[in-house]
């Protein structure tokens, strides 16, 4: 039984904190999670964790974004408690895909990449392009501030009658002598308004034109339409304001998200579950071939092949645009050989599916005679069951870092590796100051 600890948790995974919490040999903390009517979330603990550690186990499956402010009250409610040190369980980390901004070939950072056939539809690019050497300046954007300036003044230089009539004159000039009369308050106001409602006029006349010679004298990137939030460092920088001091979470989508962080970061690793599942569930793993279906994931597959003794392949996917739509289809290529073997196909998170279906498809084409999917974290959200039940993947292995009770009654391919035990080892060993390299280990 591990003393001074308390084990808070969320209600994104009960049957997760239940786990750890039996491994750790200590009662879950009683905790009231609810909502008011409007929707917003109510926490209160209903137990002292005064100088204690708590550690708030909160995955980030089904409603992310209402599962994260709830950690985030969680954290600051024990903080606000004099809380000694409060640790973040995050078995999968809401938002680890949006962990900087995805940028195209030419290097610009865009949500999806432009290509030429595109609907031009231009926005407001801050700078024109800065010519070569050698080349012409290019005539720049002539809709500026002063470029209006310097056309009001022309059109009041150039109309005596406006100039005369212009606010300043006649709000002032009826007082040089003496006070003023009705009349001449009332030809003065009208004097003012027929002078606004002029140089309104021209001034829209001008900006107008000036905007159509910009329009045709410079035109933006057509890759400039929006700009990416960085969700990735918002997320970082929430959980620390809150008051975490430390985060647990394993198969970060993107290890760089580590540096986002001020406290310390333990990312866990999930392929040694998997590669224990290879060498206890697969006969004759070593005639197997393990397959990452995207150079993303090569290096996490590789790590598991070479611990292994196993062939590695690569499934490489370049995306060409269309000139029927808008859409770009993505052409996938085996490298490697797969004829007459079992390919297993090795990713850290499924959320569609549509990768790991299309290169089971491939695979198949291939002459693999099975093709099993192993993954560390099954999202699965929404048709993603009835594609992996219509696809030629003929087993899916996947661990419980989201709940997976309801995908298990819908998809007969589908097998649940347990992690409870993974993140109780790391819980106890960080409390106790100790090591948790071991849990690093393939071996």
């Known amino acids: 039984m591990v003393r001074n600890i308390v084990v808070l948790g969320g209600s994104s995974h009960p049957q997760l904190n239940e786990t750890i919490c039996n491994h750790l040999g200590i009662p879950p903390a009683n905790i009231l999670l609810s909502k008011f009517s409007v929707g917003e979330t109510r926490v209160e603990i209903k137990e002292s964790v005064r100088g204690k550690d708590v550690y708030i186990i909160q995955s980030g499956g089904g409603p992310v974004n209402d599962h994260l402010m709830e950690l985030l009250i969680t954290i600051s409610a024990c903080k606000t408690a004099s809380a000694r040190q409060v640790t973040a369980v995050l078995p999968l980390f809401p938002y680890s895909r949006q962990s900087d901004i995805p940028y195209d070939k030419t290097g610009a950072p865009l949500t999806k990449s432009s290509n030429r056939y595109s609907k031009p539809e231009f926005t407001f690019d801050s700078r024109p392009e800065t010519p070569h050497p050698g080349q012409p300046e290019s005539a720049g954007l002539t809709n500026g501030v ?8 022309k059109v009041q230089l150039d109309d005596p009658a406006s100039n005369s009539s212009s606010p ?16 001449d308050t009332m030809d003065s106001s009208k004097s003012e308004l027929s002078g606004r409602q002029r140089n309104f006029s021209n001034s829209s006349i001008n900006n107008s034109t000036a905007q159509g010679d910009s329009k045709n004298a410079f035109l933006s990137l057509p890759g400039y339409k929006q700009w990416v939030a960085q969700a990735g460092t918002l997320v970082a920088d929430l959980l620390t304001c809150a008051g975490a001091d430390h985060i647990i979470t394993m198969d970060l989508h993107d290890p760089q998200y580590q540096g986002f962080f001020d406290i310390p970061v333990d990312n866990l690793y999930g392929r040694p ?5 290879i060498q206890y569930n697969i006969p004759d ?3 197997a071939v393990i397959v990452s279906p995207d150079a993303g994931g090569a290096k996490r597959a590789t790590a598991i092949a070479d611990g292994l003794g196993m062939d590695f392949a690569l499934i490489h996917k370049e995306r060409r645009p269309t000139r029927i739509t808008d859409r770009q289809n993505a052409t ?3 490298v490697g050989d797969v004829a007459d073997r079992l390919a297993i196909l090795v990713d850290d998170l499924a959320d569609t599916s549509n990768t790991i279906t299309r290169a089971a498809k491939l695979l198949k084409k291939e002459g693999a005679t099975k093709v099993y999917a192993l993954l560390t974290h099954g999202v699965l959200s929404g048709d993603a069951i009835e594609r992996i039940n219509a696809s030629a993947l003929d087993k899916v292995v996947v661990t419980n870092s989201v709940p997976q009770e309801e995908h298990r009654k ?3 391919k589908l097998e649940v590796l347990e992690i409870g035990t993974v993140f109780a080892e790391a819980i106890r060993r960080v409390h106790h100051g100790e090591s948790i390299s071991v849990l690093f280990q393939y071996d």
């Open 168 to 183: 300043q004159s006649a709000r002032f000039g009826h007082y040089t002598n003496g006070t003023p009369k009705r009349s």
């Open 273 to 277: 579950l998997l590669k224990r599942y």
């Open 285 to 287: 793993y070593q005639q």
């Open 146 to 153: 002063d470029g209006l300036h310097k056309s009001l003044v």
């Open 332 to 334: 996938m290529m085996l």
């Open 410 to 412: 819908k998809c007969p």
